[in-house]
């Protein structure tokens, strides 16, 4: 399962260590995420208000389900 989290801060870096311990999920797209995130998961800079923008990088990711921090 793909992944996809919005969010920068510290609870996201929280989630997205969470989530990555799971063996149901193969990759985890951080929008924006941060350095700790970069770590974990691919973080993809991109404006979070921009929803075009999020969706063609959600689709093009094939991201199966979005978590907002």
Avoid: W
């Avoid at 995130?37 to 993809?44: F, L």
Wanted: charged share 25%.
């Amino acid at each position: 399962m793909n992944i996809g989290l919005i969010g920068s801060g510290g609870r996201e870096h929280a989630i997205c260590k969470k989530i990555s311990e799971s063996k149901l999920c193969k990759k985890i797209i951080c929008y924006p995420g941060n350095a700790g995130t970069s770590k974990i998961a691919e973080n993809e800079n991109i404006n979070i208000f921009n929803f075009k923008q999020l969706l063609k990088s959600i689709k093009k990711n094939k991201i199966d389900m979005v978590v907002v921090g």
